[in-house]
């Protein structure tokens, strides 16, 4: 059966991405770093098929190496979605933690590369890596210095992942905005209830895992409905 790695898959965009890929009749390894929520996620997801759960941090060697050992060699997807915010209100890069940064960066650029390099050599031709990105990559929000630039940095690797392994389909997905954990983080206080639930942007998501767009950078807003 074709598996998938999952990560960050407890609640919200991973969440809804594993309950699609469950339906269509894959195996899905999931990870969280929360033993409630990754269990509760575990047992709903279960009503749809094979899905493994791993509780973990993905900044973790060993907890990297238990993804890749729960997927065995049927891997044929991995999708990067576990990131963090860094602190809320996001401060401004001037007064920055440093120490804070590097976390953001371990979880977000770091971890995502690390998982790609066990990933990479089980991969079959046409195997998918998707890696979870954000406009705040491209455009110079006042305060998204933090996550911002690490998605950028992720970006980046994403693109030169992409050319040196033309074999496979290496993409970055930005999913647009969400009522998410994270989204209402991001703006403490404020009502989000306008922005579109996650589950809204998993066809665009499976837009790059079904079809046959070539390597690069997308809008999952853009790709909803369309597999080419």
Do not use: C
Not at 22 to 28: A, D, I, S
Not at 43 to 50: F, M, Q
Not at 148 to 156: C, D, F, R, T, V
Not at 176 to 186: L, P, V
Request: aromatic fraction near 4%.
């Amino acid at each position: 059966m074709p598996t998938a790695i999952v990560t960050g898959a407890s609640r919200g965009l991973g969440f809804e991405l594993t309950r699609a890929l469950l339906r269509e009749g894959r195996r899905v390894v999931i990870d969280a770093r929360g033993v409630r929520e990754l269990e509760a996620a575990e047992r709903t997801l279960a009503e749809l098929g094979d899905v493994v759960a791993v509780r973990g941090n993905v900044t973790d060697p060993d907890h990297r190496a238990e993804l890749l050992a729960a997927a065995g060699q049927e891997l044929d997807l991995l999708v990067n979605n576990a990131s963090v915010l860094g602190p809320s209100p996001q401060p401004p890069l001037a007064s920055y933690p440093v120490e804070v940064l590097e976390y953001v960066y371990r979880v977000n650029v770091v971890a995502p590369l690390a998982l790609a390099q066990l990933a990479i050599p089980r991969l079959p031709e046409g195997g998918r890596i998707l890696n979870v990105t954000s406009d705040a990559a491209v455009e110079p929000y006042a305060g998204w210095g933090g996550y911002g630039s690490s998605k950028a940095a992720l970006e980046q690797l994403t693109a030169i992942l992409a050319a040196e392994h033309p074999a496979l389909r290496i993409y970055a997905v930005d999913p647009g905005d969400m009522r998410t954990k994270m989204h209402q983080d991001a703006f403490p206080g404020e009502d989000i209830s306008d922005r579109p639930e996650p589950a809204e942007s998993v066809p665009g998501l499976l837009a790059l895992i079904e079809g046959e767009h070539a390597s690069g950078r997308y809008r999952a807003s853009e790709l909803a409905g369309a597999v080419a």
